[in-house]
């Protein structure tokens, strides 16, 4: 029962992160709700198989394993922007290294990798002084029109 409690507690502090790294950094700049459920799926169910895993006599290779896989997703499917693959691999990562801190009790470290991840998106999504350009391809199939 035990570890129970502390798996939920563990993924109630996950869920805050990437609450605020989706909702208050992505989303705002982004406008864009297509990935947002990629983005919450994918962390959550890496955050449970991981924490799982640590729970038996699995090595935690096969998580990292589970983990490589899913990046391999990636070249397997449409393809996405790199701004949205950058946040899908922060939060495809940020579940892997929060299950383990918690499970070793490193609250210091999970503190330290959870607000340097967040301080630093935040400033990438500002600006930090660069301007992005958007551009669109337009491509016509009857260039005659």
Known sequence: MNSSIELLT???LNLIIVIIIVRFIYYPRQRDKN??????????VIFFVIGLLTDSNISIGVGFGLFGIFSILRYRTDPMPIREMTYLFTLIALPVLNSLLLKSAAYGEFAVVNLATVALLLVLERGWGFRYEVRKTIIYERIDL
């Open 10 to 12: 563990g993924f109630g």
């Open 35 to 44: 990935y947002v459920f990629t983005f919450f799926a994918f962390n959550t």
